[in-house]
């Protein structure tokens, strides 16, 4: 084996032992008997779409929470949606890899995990009595492409845009205890596994762009950047406003310009935007499509 190739196995390795020794099966690791909180939280206040906006003013506490349930739910099914793509993405590289290999026994162990993940967030959302929104159709389609166009170092910056954003709100879910006791065990779950899945797709995009030309490196920062900002944009169904009798459109709207909710997922964004800055996944020409996210602190 090479010295790179070496190298790219030894994380591989240490992600299967860890894996190993901490893994969890939600079929067994949460009791789906327990009955729901009647009006506890699935999301704080202040991280709903609509805090702190006129149409937010007009709701009432009931309509509150039944707009973070909503809200929670689209971002379990939209997560799921991610997953299966992370999915696809694993099993194409996998391909062409000896089975043996480390990281293809990693690849695969990644996909069970996020396996099990999808079906915790499906029987999550199916707990709490909402629909399962996923992305909007028009994503859902262009989503088809996303192991298409999309390789390497801008397929896997992409996944931890995904990631990280989600691991963030998760984390802070989890450790609010007026949070509906179900959500908080699913976000507990889902970030100790999670921490293994960031680890690996850091190092594919580090490993990478070391390894790629100038102009292919473009490429990659125009393609990250332009999924990275329909990532953030497609958390939230603009179906969800329905549930507490706002217009689908209007409510979408009111979320993309406001600022609370733009901060949020600047916030959220904080902890991968330097990474992949550092690794020149930030830059022309992808830089009008990560204004447009909000990632960017100038938003
Ligand atoms: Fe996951
Ligand atoms: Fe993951």
């Known amino acids: ?176 205890e007026r949070v509906q006791p179900l959500m908080r065990q699913v976000n507990r779950i889902h970030i100790m596994e999670e921490a293994r899945h960031v680890s690996f797709a850091r190092d594919e995009v580090t490993r990478g762009m070391a390894q790629l030309s100038p102009r292919e490196k473009a490429y990659q920062r125009f393609i990250v950047a332009f999924i990275s900002m329909f990532v953030v944009r497609s958390l939230i169904n603009p179906k969800v406003y329905a549930a507490v009798g706002i217009d689908p459109k209007e409510g979408r709207r009111a979320a993309l310009a406001n600022p609370h909710h733009r901060e949020m997922i600047r916030w959220a964004g904080e902890k991968i935007m330097p990474f992949l800055t550092e690794a020149g996944l930030v830059g022309r020409p992808g830089m009008t499509w990560w204004r447009r996210s909000f990632l960017l602190s100038e938003g």
Request: net charge negative; aromatic share 8%; glycine share 4%.
């Open 1 to 176: 084996m090479s010295a790179p190739t070496a190298d790219r196995h030894q994380t591989a390795e240490r992600l299967l032992k860890s894996s190993a020794k901490k893994s969890y099966d939600p079929a067994v690791d949460i009791d789906w008997d327990a009955p729901l909180v009647p009006d506890a939280i699935w999301v704080p206040e202040h991280r709903v779409s609509l805090y702190g906006t006129e149409l937010w003013e007009r709701l009432t506490p009931e309509q509150r929470v039944e707009l973070g349930k909503h809200e929670a739910c689209s971002v379990a099914s939209v997560g799921l949606w991610f997953e299966v793509l992370l999915m696809q993405r694993l099993l194409k590289d996998f391909y062409a890899e000896d089975p043996t290999s480390p990281r293809a026994q990693y690849a695969l162990t990644e996909v069970a995990d996020e396996c099990r993940h999808s079906q915790m967030f499906a029987r999550m959302v199916d707990a709490a009595g909402v629909e399962p929104y996923g992305p909007r159709e028009s994503i859902r389609q262009l989503g088809k492409l996303f192991s298409v166009v999309s390789w390497g170092p801008a397929s896997y910056g992409a996944i931890l845009v995904a990631e990280e954003v989600l691991d963030r709100l998760q984390r802070e879910q989890a450790n609010d």
